[in-house]
């Protein structure tokens, strides 16, 4: 007995709240003409002015578009799933839907239904509870306007919503003001581009699409009348969770719709039939993803949309903002050349591959831009690792393994800059013993199996890639000078890092990695010991080919705003990293690694490989990783093939067949076998068409 007199109470102090409220509201109403002009009330008119034509011009969140170079959609961002909609984008049946069940006299009262007000009052206090509301659809609007576009967090939401006098007070001024200058077809178009239809879908235009995959305009009764009750209780009536609640909701208003005095009323027979029809709505929802991982074509396409995203936000893009400006983002990816590296990289090392990536990045070289055309791997992109799948960014990100001999290109690049010539010849000894860096240690090193001793070439050099003589040449031109070519020909962000005393990745240390290389005195630099991104290599090879021009490596084309104006990006600028004649001489010392005698020789032939070419291999110790990167004048490409989870072992590669971890001595992995497999066929495809270009001449 207590407990139901507590009930009956709650349910009387509602009533007795309504009650208020409604003589609250015509004496606010007509406080203005009441009392003139007086200061507070010019102040309160002119804040509900302000609010009255923000909603006038509501700019809702919108969904952003990635799309590739050649206009097929690839991603979306966005936090609330929105595709707006225009009067005439709008059927009737959905004007004649959402009309029948939310406000009846939409078309007749002046934004608060005073008429609809007492006859929901009369209806509780007859039934003794809550059963009817009296808002408007403006009021509804105004609500939904302040609730989901106009509140910037959590707390402005819950106000704009709180069971309260003052804000009914507000809502029914601004809908009343809003009836004064806008038609109720613009005030209708805004509530139904402005509402929930749950799902994380807002507005007609998102429902018709997330529910039935078809745009708004082609909503028939029962779909229209489906939509217009999941307004009602977006979470209650979800179709998928809970359908016969939500068919009996849209039958209701089927009903509804067929009552006399709509302005959009169906006819009784039309009603019977509709109300027979099955939901019909699309499982899976045909709401798109809203994150790369779950990107259409996701695992290929992921890595690139994970860089593009992150790339936004170094320009300055937020997540909120791209996730609500409505961009058109127009990007770099090459569909063609993305299918063909994914390929290509899968076929050396299948996606399942125990503990083995296989990455693979392709830039386009030029003096104005460096464009990425693709960047993939043997893993599809996403969080199922049993699938073989991953969703950190294993093609942009600095790994956790080095690239071998391709550091030598650095020591190269720094010996030609002080007047060598590829043609130059160094001294190759079975063994090459130095004091000269570390701290003044002995230091001994060693060529790799199969590489002979006797003095050779530059140019023979970087194809044959012997660790003494390089050690050597480090000497003669200065592990600082080598150090800084590497960053300026590409590996910005690898060697711009922060670590520790030890040299590890460390956000809060005092030096970067190439300064703590420079310290340390760090003679390996020229083997490659030292982790990078596999796309800075491949942008390495672009910088080269595009006469010393670096290029911040840019997934963007163009982006557009909501309105189809362009949008600037703020990019690092390209620069003249180095003279034209030592990118020249540089791509003449890499032009033999894929003729007879180089390192990556056999891939080569294998794959048909005829253009000139300018490339490098390379092999860290104990087999864990290893690399090939090579570029034409049109292209530029890096590919790692690495151990990427525990056991962390060295790769062994027998034959044809997939490469496995083996241990740290038995491995046999070269920047030869598996990378360069990977490499030729799928620079091949993508320089089908394409003219052959020489290299420049030194």
Known sequence: MIGAGVRRGGVLLKLFGLCVLSGVLVASLMLPAAIGAGAMVNETTSAMSRMSDSLEKARMPLTTEVLDRDGNSIAHFYEDYRVPASSDQIADTMRAAITAIEDKRFWDHNGVDWQGTMRALATNISSGSVEEGAST?????????????????????HDAQATTIARKLREAR?????????????????????????NQTFGVGAAAQTYFGIGPDQLNIQQAALLAAIVNAPGALNPNSNPDAARERRNEVINRMAEPNNNFRITEEDAERAKKQPLGVLSPLGRPPSSCVSAGGSATNGFFCSYLRDYLNEAGFSDKELESGGYTIHTTMDPEATQAAKKAAEAQVPKNSEGIANPMAIVEPGKNSHEVRALVANRDFGNDASKGQTAYNIVTNVNGFGAGS???????AAAIQQGWTPDQTIPVPVSYTTHEFGHGQRWTVHNAEGVSSGSRSLRDALATSPNTGFVWLLEKVGLDNA????????????????VDADGDPDTDGKVTKAKDIKQSRQGSFTLGVDPVSVLELSNVMATIASDGTWCPPTPVESITDRDGEPVEVDEKPCEQAVAPRTAHGLAQGLSDDHKAGGTSHAAAEAAGWTRPLMAKTGTTQNYRSAVLVGATPQMAGAVMTYTDGPPRKGICVNGSAPPYQCGNTAGNLYGGTIPARTFYPAMKKVHEGLPVEQLPEF
């Open 137 to 157: 659809i403006t009021q509804q609007y105004v609500k939904n306007y302040l609730v989901h576009v106009a509140a910037d967090n959590k707390v402005e939401r």
């Open 483 to 498: 150090v800084d070519m590497a960053q300026k020909l590409g590996l910005r962000h690898s060697l711009s890092r922060k």
């Open 406 to 412: 391709v550091f030598k290109i650095f020591t190269a």
């Open 174 to 198: 601004l809908a009343v003001e809003l009836e004064r200058t806008m038609s109720k077809e613009e005030i209708l178009t805004s509530y139904l581009n402005v509402v929930p239809f749950g």
